[in-house]
């Protein structure tokens, strides 16, 4: 066998040398290990979903719940995380990158002054020796200097770097953006009031990234497609008029609130015949869906219109601080709005505005990409009128420089806002411009009058949002303590076995040991005599003459339930008595 040695190219600094020796034996044998090449373009299996309505669901419709689950979550995926990073072994994230084409793959270190300083130059050597196959780019957070972030590296690192510095937004200045790239898009799933407040809690609590935010939205997705069959309306309309439903289906949609809300209307209304026919006729309730669909999805875009155009007159105001977009659309998904104090607030703050200041409002209202609102022909004269009076060398055209003393008086008479004036004003150019600002604020209060919409007025509003809070809480914010606890304390609720049914006195032979055991345990003082415990726990295991169960397999299944409680934390050794054992934890405590 020969050796030949290779040396790299020596850097400056000395303590960075490399060395790599080759062997090379004389006898050709086949390698043991060959190298195995994956042929990453075939796609993984595909997810599949149960049929539901106790299984009557057709398998045309479980798929086109499938499909439609994909094309809504993948564009809001798209919108919310942009490239996803892979934690892979290089070698597969080469295979991807050239699968893909990707231009750069980004690997951000949050607190990149965390990390130890040998291990990021190792780290850093690593990618860069991979350069020329995957286009790596670092993003390092700095909360301190880049001279001292990079004292920690070393010089055969920092050569391999070409460094810029910027500055990062924060997370709260991100969260609105894509919270309002969710409720704007076309036709796809809205959060609730109760969920999305449990998500922007969870996020400032624990002042968790975007991407963490981005997977509770994917959940929300997941729990509403996976487990709902009713998210088959959410498809594209021809799909569902096409789509042959079975009964359970429409049993399925006279269970909802909604539903029950549209019979009631109609008997109200005295329309017996409408209300029989939702009740008794599929036909005529599907006819009803396809009209529900159409109210839910125009009232949805008529809503998500409104809270932008008050979060646009909202950034307008100088003198007050901006509403955030997330109080704003928490309010507007529970109905809030509606002839809310921040609505009349934000129209009599305008009062307080300048003329011009109100033509780059209403230009800036004009120029929103908004579906449902244009701006209306009475504004568009009133815009046109204030530019004219703009226009006119008056030296401080303002409405308040002009108007003699202008005070407001809020009367709410038939939930509107109105506006009186002294009779100090006098008639004028002062008055005109007063009588413009006037104009404005009731047209914007008639827009908002009749677009503030509550969400759980509109049938079938359970299909387009989703406000479960308990799926999300069990798996984002989960107690493992409370679930352990009723595990022990209720086995069979988890093992759903006959064998566990607990007896008249609430214990039995029949349940794990280390239920038993913790039962005993709560029944305990601070201090457990073993012996007491022990003789407890076999009373119940050997039955009264101990015939269930002799006593050496017991005593295992005892030193077994007590090791187990011990390594949950609840018991240790006692110092004061060699015997006893100390409780550490109480039950709800």
């Given at each position: 066998m020969s050796i030949h040695g290779h040396r790299d190219e020596e850097p400056d600094d000395q303590l960075y040398?490399?060395?790599?020796?080759?062997?090379?034996?004389?006898?050709?044998?086949?390698?043991?290990?060959?190298?195995?090449?994956?042929?990453?373009?075939?796609?993984?299996?595909?997810?599949?979903?149960?049929?539901?309505?106790?299984?009557?669901?057709?398998?045309?419709?479980?798929?086109?719940?499938?499909?439609?689950?994909?094309?809504?979550?993948?564009?809001q995926e798209e919108t919310i995380n942009g490239r996803?990073?892979?934690?892979?072994?290089?070698?597969?994230?080469?295979?991807?990158v050239r699968r893909l084409e990707l231009e750069k793959v980004v690997v951000a270190f949050q607190d990149g002054e965390a990390f130890d300083?040998?291990?990021?130059?190792?780290?850093?050597?690593?990618?860069?020796?991979?350069?020329?196959?995957?286009?790596?780019?670092?993003?390092?957070?700095?909360?301190?200097?880049?001279?001292?972030f990079q004292a920690k590296l070393s010089r055969f690192a920092l050569k391999r770097m070409r460094g810029d510095q910027f500055d990062v937004e924060k997370?709260?200045?991100?969260?609105?953006?894509?919270?309002?790239?969710?409720?704007?898009?076309p036709k796809s799933l809205k959060l609730g009031p109760g969920l999305a407040s449990a998500m922007f809690d969870r996020h400032r609590d624990h002042v968790q990234s975007i991407q963490s935010f981005a997977t509770g939205v994917k959940y929300a997705y997941m729990s509403h497609f996976f487990?709902?069959?009713?998210?088959?309306?959410?498809?594209?309309?021809?799909?569902?008029?096409?789509?042959?439903?079975?009964?359970?289906?429409?049993?399925?949609?006279?269970?909802?609130?909604?539903?029950?809300?549209?019979?009631?209307?109609?008997?109200?209304?005295?329309?017996?015949?409408?209300?029989?026919?939702?009740?008794?006729?599929?036909?005529?309730?599907?006819?009803?869906?396809?009209?529900?669909?159409?109210?839910?999805?125009?009232?949805?875009?008529?809503?998500?219109d409104a809270v932008n155009v008050l979060h646009a007159i909202s950034a307008n105001l100088s003198k007050r601080e901006s509403i955030p977009f997330t109080v704003l659309y928490q309010k507007a998904v529970s109905g809030q709005l509606e002839d809310s104090a921040i609505v009349r607030d934000l129209l009599l703050s305008m009062t307080k505005m300048q003329l011009k200041d109100i033509s780059s409002m209403l230009?800036?209202?004009?120029?929103?990409?908004?579906?449902?609102?244009?701006?209306?022909?009475?504004?568009?004269?009133?815009?046109?009128?204030?530019?004219?009076?703009?226009?006119?060398?008056?030296?401080?055209?303002?409405?308040?420089?002009?108007?003699?003393?202008?005070?407001?008086?809020?009367?709410?008479?038939?939930?509107?806002v109105t506006s009186t004036e002294t009779p100090a004003a006098t008639p004028g150019q002062g008055s005109s411009s007063v009588q413009l600002i006037r104009s404005v604020q009731e047209t914007l209060e008639t827009y908002f009058e009749e677009n503030l919409i509550h969400p759980k007025y509109l049938f079938l509003h359970e299909v387009y949002f989703f406000d479960f809070k308990s799926p999300y809480r069990e798996v984002f914010s989960p107690k493992a303590r409370f679930a352990i606890e009723r595990a022990l304390l209720h086995p069979r609720d988890y093992l759903a076995c006959d064998c566990c049914e607990p007896s008249l006195g609430g214990l039995s032979a029949t349940q794990p040991a280390t239920a038993i055991l913790y039962q005993l345990y709560l029944e305990s003082g601070a201090l457990i005599?073993?012996?007491?415990?022990?003789?407890?726990?076999?009373?119940?295991?050997?039955?009264?003459?101990?015939?269930?169960?002799d006593s050496v397999n017991a005593l295992a299944l005892f030193y077994r339930a007590l090791a187990d409680l011990k390594y949950m934390g609840m018991i240790k050794h006692s110092r004061k008595r060699t015997d006893h054992i100390s409780k550490l934890a109480w039950k709800g405590l």
């Open positions: 040398q490399k060395a790599c020796y080759i062997f090379e034996p004389k006898s050709k044998r086949p390698a043991k290990r060959q190298k195995v090449h994956h042929d990453y373009s075939t796609p993984g299996p595909k997810p599949v979903f149960v049929p539901l309505l106790n299984g009557h669901e057709t398998a045309e419709q479980v798929d086109l719940r499938y499909k439609t689950y994909q094309k809504l979550w993948s564009e996803k990073l892979l934690d892979y072994d290089l070698e597969i994230l080469h295979g991807h300083g040998i291990l990021l130059s190792e780290l850093i050597s690593l990618m860069s020796s991979w350069l020329d196959r995957i286009p790596f780019v670092l993003l390092f957070g700095v909360a301190t200097s880049v001279g001292h997370v709260d200045t991100v969260l609105p953006q894509v919270l309002r790239e969710i409720f704007q898009a487990a709902n069959p009713l998210s088959v309306l959410l498809a594209e309309e021809e799909e569902v008029a096409s789509m042959d439903f079975p009964s359970e289906f429409y049993e399925a949609v006279r269970n909802l609130g909604s539903f029950r809300r549209l019979v009631q209307n109609a008997m109200e209304v005295e329309e017996i015949e409408t209300a029989v026919s939702l009740l008794k006729d599929d036909e005529f309730l599907k006819f009803e869906i396809s009209m529900g669909l159409t109210r839910c999805e125009d009232a949805t875009y008529r809503l998500r230009e800036e209202l004009a120029s929103l990409e908004l579906c449902s609102f244009s701006l209306p022909n009475k504004l568009l004269e009133i815009r046109e009128q204030i530019e004219s009076e703009l226009s006119k060398n008056i030296p401080g055209s303002q409405a308040q420089e002009q108007t003699p003393r202008l005070t407001m008086r809020t009367r709410n008479l038939s939930r509107r005599n073993v012996f007491d415990l022990w003789s407890a726990f076999y009373a119940i295991i050997g039955g009264e003459d101990g015939e269930d169960c």
